[in-house]
């Protein structure tokens, strides 16, 4: 006879302990997940959501101590107690291009807002919308992809998941070409305590498509000056590019003073496809923008422009990484970062060929120009290669500007302070200039030229 003895029940209050411990790996971030995730309802969004979730649970805020955030502390995003701001700012003022006038979606503060947006005369083929606006049939589309690009256990990327509402979705069908920009718009707007928002864009051009984006990324200008000015933007863009399609993304970030601009890209691209990316940071108190390309077939065409300017104590973050897993393809970025006063750049560029990547032709250069003695760069550039007939090459400068070409130009009339701003400027007019939308190039060199305090040291 034997006697089978049941295990004592664990009391409740070390029922809710050990559950509290488990939960919070990260007390302040599970009160940023607390404060993000939304009402719980049914269907397919909301186990997406709790999938985030649990990985949020079990996650920490990353620290210097971690090789990928070496340089870039968030210990001050940390001193923050975030709120969720929706308020209604139908009065917001913002740089409408006139060549997407009427390809245009805006979100404020992650809400969308279809009195500030206009989509109208869009050819037939593509779906230009927020989720709320999409049909049965497209949605289905949407689950395939949403929330599917490799990566999506990375902390930030997680908690924007678990907090998804809406998100913007641009949707182009096979063989469709799109001669419009779309411009999509992403507003923050500071309120009298700190908020957070977190913007989520999905874009998929299809088989043979070629698709034009301006994602653009800003500090809401209202009638009345806000008190405050700290807010915390999370946001995620995900780009699935089909075989044989073309898509020019240009991504600005021009946030607040005081704000925190966290930011993945993450693309997908399928065989003989072209994707090109010109990133554009030229805000926030702390901005990280980590920028994963995906090849999942072979020909494959990528070109990355990026140009980070910041000054005060500004910090500005940039991470890529490029895994080229088939042959025959070419990569080409240029990252240019000018830094003055006492703002630190970072950059850190990885590009990944393995051994069934024969015949890759990869380039990779980041070049800084630092106006002041107390400016700082941080870059590392790399090239992990185990493919033996490929052509790669990689590189980093760092200078400043030349006595010789301010005492040249001041010999032809032109004084020291305007002398120096024409060496900024050219510096950075060859990735601007790389921009396809007209008055966005002008916008940006504008903006540019009136930094003053680019020229002082």
Not at 78 to 91: D, I, L, R
Not at 156 to 182: C, M, Q, R, S, Y
Not at 396 to 415: H, K, N, P
Request: charged share 20%; proline share 4%; net charge negative.
């Amino acid at each position: 006879m034997s006697i089978q003895v049941s295990p004592s029940p664990i009391p409740n209050s070390n029922v809710v302990s050990l559950t509290s411990t488990l939960l919070e790996k990260d007390s302040y971030l599970t009160e940023l997940l607390n404060l993000v995730i939304p009402p719980k309802t049914e269907g397919w969004l909301q186990d997406l959501r709790e999938d985030a979730a649990s990985w949020v649970r079990h996650s920490t805020i990353p620290t210097t101590r971690e090789e990928e955030w070496r340089f870039t502390d968030l210990s001050s995003l940390q001193k923050v107690q975030f709120n969720v701001e929706t308020g209604n700012f139908a009065s917001l003022e913002f740089d409408i291009l006139p060549e997407a006038a009427n390809s245009r979606l805006v979100f404020v503060n992650g809400v969308f807002a279809p009195q500030l947006s206009a989509v109208t005369d869009l050819p037939p083929g593509i779906v230009v919308s927020n989720l709320a606006g999409l049909s049965v049939v497209e949605l289905e589309g949407v689950q395939q992809y949403l929330a599917q690009t490799e990566g999506a256990q990375e902390v930030f990327t997680a908690l924007n998941t678990a907090g998804i509402t809406d998100a913007a979705v641009v949707w182009v069908k096979k063989n469709v070409v799109v001669e419009t920009p779309i411009h999509l718009v992403f507003i923050s707007v500071a309120g009298e305590t700190a908020t957070i928002s977190q913007p989520r864009c999905l874009v998929v051009a299809e088989s043979g498509s070629q698709v034009m984006l301006v994602e653009e990324y800003v500090a809401g200008k209202m009638p009345t000056p806000q008190e405050g000015g700290v807010y915390l933007t999370n946001a995620v863009t995900e780009v699935w590019v089909g075989d044989n399609a073309q898509v020019s993304h240009t991504r600005i970030e021009r946030e607040g003073a005081e704000a925190f601009h966290i930011g993945k890209t993450a693309i997908a691209q399928s065989r003989d496809s072209r994707y090109t990316c010109h990133a554009i940071s030229l805000g926030a108190k702390l901005s990280r923008h980590n920028l994963e390309i995906l090849q999942t077939g072979e020909q494959t065409e990528t070109n990355l422009n990026g140009l980070t300017i910041i000054s005060g104590k500004q910090l500005g973050d940039t991470h890529s990484a490029i895994a080229l897993n088939y042959p025959h393809s070419t990569s080409k970025q240029l990252h240019k970062c000018i830094v003055g006063d006492r703002a630190h750049a970072v950059f850190n560029g990885k590009v990944l060929v393995p051994k069934a990547a024969q015949l890759t032709d990869a380039v990779q250069l980041n070049r800084n120009l630092l106006l002041s003695s107390k400016a700082r760069v941080d870059t590392k550039p790399q090239l992990e290669i185990t493919a033996d007939n490929v052509k790669c090459a990689h590189g980093a400068t760092v200078s400043q500007l030349e006595d010789d070409e301010i005492f040249y130009l001041q010999s032809r009339g032109i004084d020291e302070n305007d002398a120096r701003k024409l060496l900024i400027n050219a510096f950075a007019a060859e990735v601007i200039n790389q921009i396809p939308v007209t008055s966005l190039r002008e916008i940006l060199l504008n903006t540019v030229n009136n930094l003053k305090s680019l020229t002082n040291d």
